[in-house]
T-cell receptor, first 116, second 111 residues
Framework: AQKVTQAQTEISVVEKEDVTLDCVYE???????LFWYKQPPSGELVFLIR??????QNEISGRYSWNFQKSTSSFNFTITASQVVDSAVYFC?????????????FGGGTRLMVKP | NAGVTQTPKFQVLKTGQSMTLQCAQD?????MSWYRQDPGMGLRLIHY???????DQGEVPNGYNVSRSTTEDFPLRLLSAAPSQTSVYFC??????????FGPGTRLTVL
């Protein structure tokens, strides 16, 4: 069965620091998708990125970057020069391709607190 | 384009009461699902649907029913509410092979 582990339950940084959120996954499938979602204090879930298992290229979007390494089953998320508005809970999730309906298995989430 | 909408936003029930959480999407997505979010546990799948008339169980289906008579709507029914069902409920929809879009959530308290 698939599993997603986010070992860091809470991280606190000071504004402008870089921070990396770890995500480790388990799956028996060779084809799958990985996701990151952000949940700000207002409670909604905001999609950040989707990556398929055949694409190990790192991705950068502004201050956000993602490092996907199949060899270590990890999909880590880095925020560069963090800002107070980055304070949120971040979820990593996995979806196996055979899985009817794109169902997601979520990690437990990492709460990021960025202090001014 | 409203995306995924959920009603109500908040609800308080007494043990044993029943109710329906509403979910609708206007993106013509095939797939819809319900998750519950409990502290420290991420989101867990309750039920999902891959199209009108087709539903299936997720990880934590006990105590919940669903139906999908139209592409747009996917209501979640609590048959006899229990305190263990106190949670935040999220509905989501997606196109085949794409990311899921989530509704704003319903915060349910069962006394």
């Amino acid at each position: 069965a698939q599993k997603v582990t986010q070992a860091q339950t809470e991280i606190s940084v000071v504004e402008k620091e870089d921070v990396t959120l770890d995500c480790v996954y388990e799956t028996r499938d060779t084809t799958y998708y990985l996701f990151w979602y952000k949940q700000p204090p207002s409670g909604e879930l905001v999609f950040l990125i989707r990556r398929n298992s055949f694409d190990e290229q790192n991705e950068i979007s502004g201050r956000y970057s993602w490092n996907f390494q199949k060899s270590t089953s990890s999909f880590n998320f880095t925020i560069t020069a963090s800002q107070v508005v980055d304070s949120a809970v971040y979820f990593c999730a996995l979806s196996e391709v055979w899985n009817a309906g794109n169902m997601l298995t979520f990690g437990g989430g990492t709460r990021l607190m960025v202090k001014p | 384009n409203a995306g995924v909408t959920q009603t109500p936003k908040f609800q308080v029930l007494k043990t044993g009461q029943s109710m329906t959480l509403q979910c609708a999407q206007d993106m013509n997505h095939e797939y819809m699902s319900w998750y519950r979010q409990d502290p420290g546990m991420g989101l867990r799948l309750i039920h999902y649907s891959v199209g009108a008339g087709i539903t299936d169980q997720g990880e934590v289906p006990n105590g919940y029913n669903v139906s999908r008579s139209t592409t747009e709507d996917f209501p979640l029914r609590l048959l006899s509410a229990a305190p263990s069902q106190t949670s935040v409920y999220f509905c989501a929809s997606s196109a085949r092979g794409r990311e899921q879009f989530f509704g704003p959530g319903t915060r349910l308290t069962v006394l």
